[in-house]
């Protein structure tokens, strides 16, 4: 298994600043995706972060909006733009193999707050 | 895209009883579930999976059905224990192309 970590665990910020998280892996890891779980719902995948190239991402999600880096195989950072209200929930951060069977580990989760 | 749906939404149990929270999944290509579950404040956590050449796992409290004639999919908590009350999640994708599909969430509280 993997063990993955999130900064920060939590914050409350402004309408129209931007947040920066970070994800980083005790392994390397070949996949990596960023997800987003509004309180008491599923969650939602925004992307797929790709070493070295361009994130992919899920219909309804832009890059405008969440800019994704991951220059290595054990670290990525989502950001989220220019925010709103709309974007107050929890972004969590997963990664795994692409081996035949692809299990998945996520971390605690980052709680944004929009104010 | 297709999504993996749940049968209840909520369920209840005695400590010491055993529970079962289903799933059900529409997109037949897919071969491989997996268990998430998930205590207030943390992400979910890896349970058990099972893939589609198999129609049962088990592992230690916790047994996985598959019965890919109906799409879906089963896990059963044997004593059930106060720790188990969380919200389980299952989840599902093809081999080989990630990621996962999750489905709406199952909260399990345990009556002591």
């Known amino acids: 298994s993997a063990v993955i970590s999130q900064k920060p665990s939590r914050d409350i910020c402004q309408r129209g600043t931007s947040l920066t998280i970070q994800c980083q892996v005790d392994?390397?890891?070949?996949?990596m995706f960023w997800y987003r779980q509004q309180p008491g719902q599923s969650l939602t995948l925004i992307a797929t972060?790709?070493?070295?190239?361009?994130?992919?991402?899920e219909s309804g999600f832009v890059i405008d909006k969440f800019p994704i880096s991951r220059p290595n195989l054990t670290f990525s950072t989502l950001t989220v733009s220019n925010m709103s209200p709309e974007d107050s929930s929890i972004y969590l951060c997963?990664?795994?193999?692409?081996?035949?069977?692809?299990?998945?580990?996520f971390g605690p989760g980052t709680r944004l707050t929009v104010l | 895209g297709e999504n993996v749906g749940l049968h209840l939404p909520t369920l209840s149990v005695q400590e010491g009883d055993n529970s079962i929270i289903n799933c059900a999944y529409s997109?037949?290509?897919?071969?491989?579930f997996i268990w998430y579950k998930q205590e207030s404040g943390k992400g979910p956590q890896f349970i058990i999976d099972?893939?589609?050449?198999?129609d049962k796992r088990q592992g230690q409290r916790v047994t996985v059905l598959l019965n890919k004639t109906v799409k879906h999919l089963s896990l059963q908590i044997a004593a059930t224990q106060p720790g188990d009350s969380a919200v389980y999640f299952c989840?599902?994708?093809?081999?080989?192309?990630?990621?996962?599909?999750f489905g709406k969430g199952t909260r399990l509280s345990v009556i002591a």
């Open positions: 989840a599902e994708n093809i081999v080989g192309n990630t990621p996962l599909v």
């Open positions: 972060a790709n070493q070295g190239s361009e994130a992919t991402y």
């Open positions: 392994s390397q890891v070949t996949m």
């Open positions: 997963s990664g795994g193999g692409r081996a035949l069977y692809n299990e998945q580990f």
């Open positions: 997109n037949s290509a897919s071969d491989y």
């Open positions: 099972i893939r589609s050449n198999m």
